[in-house]
């Protein structure tokens, strides 16, 4: 019974219909990872040993960012994902020499020993943090270890994508002009209600959203990008990405 709940939830925030859905929103998500791409292409690693956190099936992956290491341990607490990430990015990785390892784990609550094992790789969260809230219920503990993470961190290359808010549209279309949507400003003013009245406004917010819980994952002088997923067609949220180099 255990199984098959973890097999279609993995604890309510990925499994099976994590997976049905991404497959079926390919095209509508493309945008946002063409955004994806090109922050990570900016983004320069000092490591070539990746520790990737809740990569799932690498969906909103691109393949020039994993190509940019020599090994990279994958955690994730779904069981479909390590079989799914193969399937998706094994063959090329292969191919060019990658080797990946794949771990069934909470990563988040084992982060201190994660890191104490490969002392050497950098760590990017892979739109993993903002579903934080949704496995731990209390929202003050939630906050308190999400802010918590960049001290954890110290001293290591690390980078994170992440839901911020998340709520219900008017139904708009992401157009191809892409660039006008994304935006990059440094994390302390990501916290400024004029900031986010306008992300809001900009994609049709209607009726309450949600708050992900993950505004102080970065220091206020971290340079971070903002970019909309249209996640579903009248339901969006607005993504927050950032490097930080120790
Ligand atoms: C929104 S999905 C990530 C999508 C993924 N980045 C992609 O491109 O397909 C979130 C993933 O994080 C995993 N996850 C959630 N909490 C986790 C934790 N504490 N440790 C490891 N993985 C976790 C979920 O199982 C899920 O696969």
Redo the contacts with the bound molecule.
């Keep these: 019974m255990g199984l098959i709940r973890d097999l279609i939830h993995?604890?309510g925030?990925?499994?099976l219909s994590?997976?049905v859905q991404?497959f079926h929103a390919r095209k509508r998500w493309q945008p946002t990872l063409q955004l994806i791409d090109q922050f990570l292409a900016q983004v320069n690693p000092k490591s070539d040993h990746l520790l990737l956190?809740?990569?799932?099936?690498?969906?909103?992956?691109p393949p020039n960012w994993l190509a940019r290491f020599k090994r990279i341990d994958a955690?994730?607490?779904?069981p479909l994902?390590p079989w799914l990430?193969d399937g998706q990015h094994g063959k090329r990785l292969k191919t060019q020499g990658i080797q990946v390892q794949h771990h069934r784990?909470?990563?988040?609550?084992?982060l201190p020993e994660i890191l104490k094992e490969h002392p050497q790789a950098c760590v990017w969260f892979?739109?993993?943090l903002?579903?934080?809230r949704?496995?731990v219920r209390d929202e003050a503990r939630v906050e308190h270890e999400l802010a918590q993470l960049k001290t954890t961190l110290k001293g290591r290359h690390w980078g994170s994508?992440h839901?911020v808010w998340s709520g219900p549209t008017d139904g708009r279309l992401l157009p191809a002009g892409l660039n006008v949507w994304s935006h990059h400003v440094m994390a302390k003013q990501g916290l400024e209600p004029a900031f986010s009245q306008k992300l809001l406004a900009s994609v049709g917010a209607k009726d309450a959203w949600h708050d992900h819980l993950t505004s102080h994952v970065f220091a206020h002088n971290t340079h971070t990008t903002w970019m909309p997923w249209a996640f579903k067609p009248n339901y969006w949220h607005w993504l927050q990405a950032g490097w930080v180099s120790a």
């Design positions: 993995a604890g925030t990925g499994g994590w997976h991404a956190i809740g990569g799932s099936a690498g969906w909103m992956m955690y994730d607490i779904d994902a990430f784990q909470d990563a988040l609550a084992a892979d739109n993993v903002g579903q934080h949704f496995r994508l839901d």
